[in-house]
Structure formats: structure tokens, C-alpha cells
């Protein structure tokens, strides 16, 4: 096991299934390396979902309060999103990262790629794909909360989002959730082996 740990931050399209793969990754990491996996927990200016906690899903902050994080350098990137701030936080990540973990963010592009910028060798950036347009919009619509424009708004959005997935070092189609998982869990493998991440293994071999 590496002993720097890493960053994977990825991105894609609404509906294309981003919480539930990286569910499914946490699981095998934890299967894998027990006690490494990690989420980045955001701070946001929108209102939480029913059920959503705060500490637990995000952070719930007022945007005066998001402001002075920024201002005092506690969030390494942020972005905005339908009119709200999302950033992340830098002090919890960078510990993690330090404990050698596994930490997994859940953000935009524009996130990502500020990330990786911040961080070359600390972040792996992935794009998540949908099997196809028409797939993502049965998804879109199978959850039953937009209507017809905002799914057509949605979908016009993934199609300019992908239009960028040559940004991003990985791409992942999430044809099936074990089938993504399995992909994104060998991206980490291999992230793993990269020798700045085993310089006291490779010192210490006897
Ligand atoms: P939601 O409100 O549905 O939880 O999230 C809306 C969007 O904000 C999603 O695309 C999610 O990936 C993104 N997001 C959540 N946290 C962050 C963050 O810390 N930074 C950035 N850049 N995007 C975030």
C-alpha cells in the first residue's frame, strides 16, 4: 500500500450516475485497503435536501459565511452550480491525502480541473459517460423531478460538458455500476504504483 494517498475527482453529467458508482468504488477500496477510503465533504450555499446533515453530505453554509472561507484561503477550489457556491474544503483533504487515503470528490469540471491544476500529483481526474445521450435521458427522466424542458436543458448541458472530456486524464462509461467501478478501481491500482508514492517502500526494501 502507497503511503501518500490520492485524490479522485470526478465529474460528469447530470444523471449519469457519479454517487452511486463512487458508492461502489468506496466499497471496494475499503474491500481492497480497509480504513482508506475517504470522501471530501464540500461546503455549499444550497439549501440541504430532506435527509441531507450537515457535516455528513456537505457542509451548509450562508453565502456570507462561504465568502469569508474563501477569503481566509480554506477552500482549494469552488465553482458555482444553479446559483449556489460548492468549494472544497483544503485542510480535511490534504490530511487525508497525507494518511494515505483514498479521497473521492464528487465535483464539477471546472472543479476537477482547478484541482489537478493545484495538484498535479495528488489528483487522478475522471470523466464519468453516460452509454448514450438517449440512455441519459431515460435517466433523466426515470427520476421523475424535471420536467420536459429542464431534462432537454440537462441534457443540451451533458452534451457540452462532454465536449470537454479531453481535459480530464480518464474517461469512464458507466454502462453498469460494478462494470465502472471496476474500471475506476483499476485507474486507482495503478495510480497507486506510481513510484512517488512508494519512495519509503522502495528505501527501506531490504
Ligand atoms: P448537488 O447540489 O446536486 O449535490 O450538486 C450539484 C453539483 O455540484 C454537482 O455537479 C456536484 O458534483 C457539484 N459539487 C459538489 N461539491 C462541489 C465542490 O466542492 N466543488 C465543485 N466545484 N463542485 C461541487
Known sequence: MAEKGLIVSVS??????????????????????????????SATTRSPRPGETDGVEYHFRTKEEFEEMIEAGEIIEYDQYVGNYYGTPAAPI????????????????????????????????????????QELEARLKGRGTEDDAKV?????????????????????????VEQAAQDIMKIIESEMLRTFRQKETIKNLE
Open 94 to 133: 490534504a490530511a487525508k491525502v497525507s494518511e494515505g487515503k483514498v479521497v473521492f470528490c464528487d465535483i464539477t469540471i471546472e472543479g476537477s480541473l482547478a484541482l489537478d491544476r493545484k495538484f498535479p500529483d495528488d489528483v487522478v481526474t475522471i470523466m464519468l459517460l453516460p452509454p448514450s445521450y
Open 12 to 41: 460528469g453529467p447530470s444523471g449519469v450516475g457519479k454517487g452511486t458508482v463512487l458508492k461502489r468504488v468506496a466499497e471496494m477500496i475499503e474491500e481492497k485497503w480497509p480504513g482508506k477510503a475517504a470522501y471530501s465533504i
Open 152 to 176: 432537454a436543458a440537462r441534457l443540451a448541458k451533458a452534451r457540452e460538458e462532454i465536449a470537454r472530456a479531453g481535459e480530464f486524464e480518464y474517461a469512464v462509461q458507466n454502462n453498469e
